[in-house]
Nanobody, 119 residues
Framework: VQLQASGGGSVEAGGSLRLTCAAS????????MGWFRQAPGKEREFVAT????????YYGKSVKGRFSISRDNAKATTYLQMNSLQSNDTAVYYC?????????????WGQGTLVTVSS
């Protein structure tokens, strides 16, 4: 399984970015996908997850209402639209796939992409 995240960069507070995660080596439509982030000196934090069909999404408290996760199963790609960015959104963002089809999760992460928000 390979997950390649892209779209990070530097943006001013209040701005927007869209992250993209291209997946390969798996039957993409059969897995839930997610985004996590890790700020300098902090633990990895859950950002958002999306179900296999895309009908269900769930967000971390700090991003709810500002970020939106989506997916295109035909392209094996997951997106994270980030709006109203704040300086505390600065982090390395990781795309992840839930390898456990059951009720518990087993996340596998790809390489991250750096997002820097300046105030």
């Amino acid at each position: 399984v390979q997950l390649q995240a892209s779209g990070g960069g530097s943006v001013e507070a209040g701005g927007s970015l869209r992250l993209t995660c291209a997946a390969s080596g798996l039957t993409f439509s059969t897995y839930a996908m997610g985004w996590f982030r890790q700020a300098p000196g902090k633990e990895r934090e859950f950002v958002a997850t999306i179900s296999r069909t895309g009908k269900s999404t769930y967000y971390g408290k700090s991003v709810k209402g500002r970020f939106s996760i989506s997916r295109d199963n035909a392209k094996a790609t997951t997106y994270l639209q980030m709006n109203s960015l704040q300086s505390n959104d600065t982090a390395v963002y990781y795309c992840a796939v839930d390898m456990n089809p059951g009720s518990s999760t087993e996340w596998s992460w790809g390489q991250g992409t750096l997002v820097t928000v300046s105030s």
